[in-house]
């Protein structure tokens, strides 16, 4: 990182890492691990036997995620996990349990209604009434044809996602632009994760800069993602699941990680609760206790 001077790293003896159950070896310099944080120094400098023999296991990190470790540590910067390509019986599989799962909309002449659609639709010749179509109260209301009328207030799933999108202090990063998954086909669980275990593994050896640079980069992409009519919901169950099964609270104050994912899901809940996986995630008590909570904020 740029607050270590390069001659000390330098300087430097290496450090070495068994990454992951085939215990891959990975080197660093000892003195950059060890100004990462007061964990990291006790297991470079202490008196543990790794310390004296320079090197230690970490059989539960991939080694993907410490790979991205070891650019953030050189760099402050890394980059997230690819996105790739669904294959079909994924994609077919993800379809059928879409249609089984959840409850079709309304439909008007064999089409079904989008809600994020807006309030009417254009002008048919075949049926004139078609433009008096209506998705959502609110909106009508919002975009009533009455002169003079008042535009209706957003609705507390609105204001909530509003409060999402400023949770995170994007400021160091202001300049960063996130673009949105516009691919359904394209699995993102990857890149969601990738950021999530290196959170896992800042929160563990107290690195507040990776920690606060992960959930900032996870913050901007969940901004942006596109569930696609629930084809990406399986994407964030996974990383739900993944996170509350790796991270904890601490005391009365909420693991932020967590924190920020139960307001996502109670945002999008409507379009999560049919699959299948989320489902099965929401039997943990710690994230169903968390969404509940947010859901309950929602309707207040």
């Given at each position: 990182m740029a607050s270590?001077?390069?001659?000390?790293?330098?300087?430097?003896?290496?450090?070495?890492?068994?990454?992951g159950p085939d215990k891959k070896e990975f080197s660093m310099h000892?003195?950059?691990v060890a100004r990462m944080s007061k964990p990291l120094w006790t297991l470079v400098n202490g008196e543990w036997k790794e310390s004296k023999e320079?090197?230690?296991e970490w059989p539960d990190v991939d080694e993907g995620t410490f790979v991205r470790f070891c650019e953030f540590a050189y760099t402050g910067d890394y980059?997230?996990?690819?996105?790739?390509?669904?294959?079909?019986?994924?994609?077919?599989?993800?379809?059928?349990?879409?249609?089984?799962?959840?409850?079709?909309g309304p439909t008007v002449n064999g089409e079904r209604i989008i809600e994020e659609a807006s309030a009417y639709d254009e002008p048919s010749p075949e049926d004139p009434w078609d433009t008096l179509r209506i998705t959502k109260?609110?909106?009508a209301r919002k975009y009533s044809p009455y002169p003079g009328e008042s535009p209706s207030p957003p609705s507390n799933k609105d204001i909530m996602w509003?409060?999402?999108?400023?949770?995170?202090?994007?400021?160091?990063?202001?300049?960063?632009?996130?673009?949105?998954?516009?691919?359904?086909?394209?699995?993102y669980s990857e890149v969601l994760l990738s950021h999530a275990r290196?959170?896992?593994l800042a929160d563990c050896y107290d690195i507040d800069t990776l920690m606060g640079l992960s959930i900032r980069k996870l913050h901007r992409t969940l901004k942006v993602f596109n569930l696609h009519k629930g084809a990406r919901v399986t994407d964030v169950a996974q990383l739900v699941d993944y996170s509350y099964k790796n991270t904890m609270n601490k005391g009365d104050e909420p693991d932020k990680l967590r924190s920020l994912l139960a307001t996502y899901v109670a945002c999008n809940i409507e379009e999560m609760w049919p699959n299948v996986y989320f489902q099965d995630v929401l039997e943990s008590a710690d994230a169903s206790k968390a969404i509940i909570g947010e859901l309950l904020r929602r309707l207040n």
């Open positions: 270590v001077p390069y001659e000390i790293i330098a300087a430097s003896k290496p450090f070495r890492f068994l990454v000892a003195e950059l320079r090197f230690t980059k997230a996990a690819e996105p790739f390509e669904d294959t079909p019986e994924v994609l077919n599989g993800e379809k059928s349990s879409e249609a089984t799962a959840s409850t079709p109260k609110s909106k509003r409060k999402f999108q400023e949770e995170i202090n994007d400021e160091p990063d202001r300049r960063v632009k996130e673009t949105s998954n516009t691919d359904p086909s394209k699995n290196l959170y896992a």
